[in-house]
C-alpha cells in the first residue's frame, strides 16, 4: 500500500491564483481531512469527509473548497490564493470515524505551499 | 482554537535518558492520541489512550492519561538520538465525527 500520498510536493504560487492540492489513499478508510501547519502552531483543520459526497467545514475553512467524489481521493482547492495561506498542508485518513478505538489518522508527506 | 497544550515547548535531553511530555486539554474526550513527527515530515501516530484508561504501553513509550485533571503525559525511555523530532498530542473534544484538534507540540532533541 502507498498510504496517503499527496501531490505536489512544493508550490509557489502568486496572490490571486487558484490551484488543487491533490490527496489519495489507498486504505479504503472513510474519513480525510485537510490541515495546516503554520511555524509554531500545531495542525489546524481546514476541511473533512467522512465519505464519499459527504464534507463539512473544519477551524480555518475561509479560502477553501474540498469535495470527494470518490472513497479514495480528497483534493483541496485554493480558489484565490493569499499569502495568509502560505503554509504546509497535510492530508490524513482514518479508517473509522465511528469508534473512537480506530480512529488513528495516518498523514501524507505534505504539500509546501509559498503565495508571494 | 488550540485543544492540546503540550508542555514542556522544547526539552534537550542526552541519549539513554528518559523524556516526559505533558499535554493539557479543555474539554471532555472519547480518546487522545500521541504523534510524532520528523523534521520535513508528515506527522506519524504513536498511541491512542481512550478516555476509560489510565496508562498504556508501547515498547519504549508510557502513556498516562488523568481525565480529572484533563492531562496526559507521554514518557519515551532510553531516549536515543533517532527520537528527536516533534510530539504532539490530539483530542476529539468529544465528537465521534473523527475530528482531531492538536497541540502546538514539544520538539525533543536527544544528543548523542
Known amino acids: 500500500n502507498a498510504g496517503v500520498t499527496q501531490t505536489p510536493k512544493f508550490q509557489v504560487l502568486k496572490t490571486g491564483q487558484s490551484m488543487t492540492l491533490q490527496c489519495a489513499q489507498d486504505m479504503n478508510h472513510e474519513y480525510m481531512s485537510w490541515y495546516r501547519q503554520d511555524p509554531g502552531m500545531g495542525l489546524r483543520l481546514i476541511h473533512y469527509s467522512v465519505g464519499a459526497g459527504i464534507t463539512d467545514q473544519g477551524e480555518v475553512p475561509n479560502g477553501y473548497n474540498v469535495s470527494r467524489s470518490t472513497t479514495e481521493d480528497f483534493p483541496l482547492r485554493l480558489l484565490s490564493a493569499a499569502p495568509s495561506q502560505t503554509s504546509v498542508y497535510f492530508c490524513?485518513?482514518?479508517?473509522?470515524?465511528?469508534?473512537?478505538?480506530?480512529?488513528?489518522?495516518?498523514f501524507g508527506p505534505g504539500t509546501r505551499l509559498t503565495v508571494l | 482554537s488550540q485543544q492540546g497544550e503540550e508542555d514542556p515547548q522544547a526539552l534537550s535531553i542526552q541519549e539513554g535518558e528518559n523524556a516526559t511530555m505533558n499535554c493539557s486539554y479543555k474539554?471532555?474526550?472519547?480518546?487522545l492520541q500521541w504523534y510524532r513527527q520528523n523534521s520535513g515530515r508528515g506527522l506519524v501516530h504513536l498511541i491512542l489512550i481512550r478516555s476509560n484508561e489510565r496508562e498504556k504501553h508501547s515498547g519504549r513509550l508510557r502513556v498516562t492519561l488523568d481525565t480529572s485533571k484533563k492531562s496526559s503525559s507521554l514518557l519515551i525511555t532510553a531516549s536515543r538520538a533517532a527520537d528527536t523530532a516533534s510530539y504532539f498530542c490530539?483530542?476529539?473534544?468529544?465528537?465521534?465525527?473523527?475530528?482531531?484538534?492538536f497541540g502546538r507540540g514539544t520538539q525533543l532533541t536527544v544528543w548523542p
Open positions: 474539554t471532555s474526550i472519547n480518546n
Open positions: 490524513a485518513s482514518s479508517y473509522s470515524f465511528a469508534d473512537s478505538s480506530y480512529n488513528e489518522q495516518f
Open positions: 490530539a483530542t476529539d473534544r468529544g465528537s465521534t465525527l473523527g475530528r482531531l484538534y
